[in-house]
């Protein structure tokens, strides 16, 4: 593998750990009982307050993460992609880095659930789990992803061409601004996905590595629109508008990240005892943080600032606690490691 090709994985490796951590802001929220009630208590809050830091954190940073994790995993599928015979062999790989954790991740849940009484024990139970994702809600982003790598036959008839790569993204934009629902899929999660194989398909050279003054130009424009958009979140709201909201928050998840991405250096040597570490920390980190939360509230802590401080500490703590769990496997259970890392 060429050093180039190198640098660019290692970079993928690190920035998905760092979404990772970003969607561990979402779950993390202390000041509220859900992230709805957390957006409504910010509109009245200060905006220096742990409420609005909390909001902002988890509600605005936070939820970009997602919407980076489909943009790059588009970006990947359709990465020189040359034909349509060469989609099986994507669909085979897939086979093991989706399918397979998915199911493995979803049934263990479950497992735990039923162990301790929050599930019912049953063959029907078990199967809505480890398909329906039931007891293990982030990963609502896995089953669309699936989905969506299912189409690709489809989406490649549009993005094994340039001009036409580009003609297929305003479609997601158009469902989710006349508020069109399809069937099984999320129109932002069709859009980010499509963005990411447009641009793989128009600015390899660029996204994987180009020029570090280019990039860092076009990181600072896609900042300043995000920071555009995000006034234009807050003034459609003023006006009542739903539809420019779905539409702005959606432009502004996929600037943001890309931002970031953008902005990032390629990486040095090393990490290769990291690989996987991200996709194992989304997963693992949903039911830590539910533990988490549950231990502050029988603890009986309190206090507006220290909920706040609590915040900042669970992605670390989750990250420190999936680094000894990967290591333990990858060293005593590898097996067990390639099945839940889904062989990353």
């Not at 629902?181 to 996204?207: I, Q, V």
């Not at 920071?227 to 909201?245: D, K, P, Q, Y």
Request: charged share 15%; proline share 6%; aromatic share 16%.
């Amino acid at each position: 593998m060429e050093e180039r090709e190198k640098l660019f994985f290692r970079k993928t490796e690190r920035f998905g750990l760092l979404l990772s951590l970003l969607v561990i802001l979402i779950h993390a929220v202390n000041l509220a009982g859900s992230a709805q009630e957390l957006a409504e208590l910010s509109q009245s809050a200060p905006p220096l307050s742990p409420v609005s830091i909390e909001q902002f954190f988890s509600g605005e940073i936070g939820q970009t993460a997602v919407p980076a994790f489909f943009i790059l995993s588009g970006y990947l599928f359709y990465r020189k992609l040359q034909s349509f015979s060469g989609i099986f062999d994507k669909w085979r790989r897939r086979f093991r880095s989706l399918i397979v954790p998915y199911g493995a991740w979803n049934t263990l849940l479950y497992l735990l659930y039923a162990l301790i009484g929050r599930a019912p024990i049953s063959l029907r139970a078990l199967s809505d789990a480890a398909v329906n994702y039931r007891y293990e809600p982030v990963f609502w982003y896995l089953y669309q992803l699936i989905l969506l790598t299912a189409l690709a036959p489809l989406f490649f008839l549009f993005l094994r061409k340039r001009l036409l790569s580009c003609l297929i993204l305003p479609l997601p934009l158009f469902l989710i601004f006349r508020g069109i629902d399809l069937p099984l899929f999320n129109e932002d999660a069709l859009f980010y996905y499509l963005l990411g194989g447009a641009l793989s398909r128009n600015l390899p050279s660029l996204f994987e590595g180009g020029e570090r003054g280019r990039q860092r130009f076009l990181a600072a424009f896609l900042l300043l629109f995000a920071v555009v958009l995000r006034i234009l979140i807050r003034r459609s709201g003023e006006a009542g508008s739903l539809s420019e909201i779905l539409l702005f928050t959606v432009l502004f998840r996929a600037a943001l990240p890309l931002s970031l991405w953008f902005f990032l250096p390629s990486p040095g040597e090393g990490g290769a005892e990291h690989r996987g570490l991200g996709f194992f920390l989304y997963a693992f980190h949903y039911p830590a943080a539910r533990l988490y939360a549950a231990l502050i509230r029988r603890l009986g802590i309190s206090g507006d600032w220290i909920l706040l401080l609590l915040f900042f500490l669970l992605p670390p703590l989750c990250l420190l606690l999936a680094m000894a769990l990967t290591r333990f496997l990858r060293r005593r259970l590898p097996r067990v490691w390639e099945i839940f890392s889904g062989g990353r």
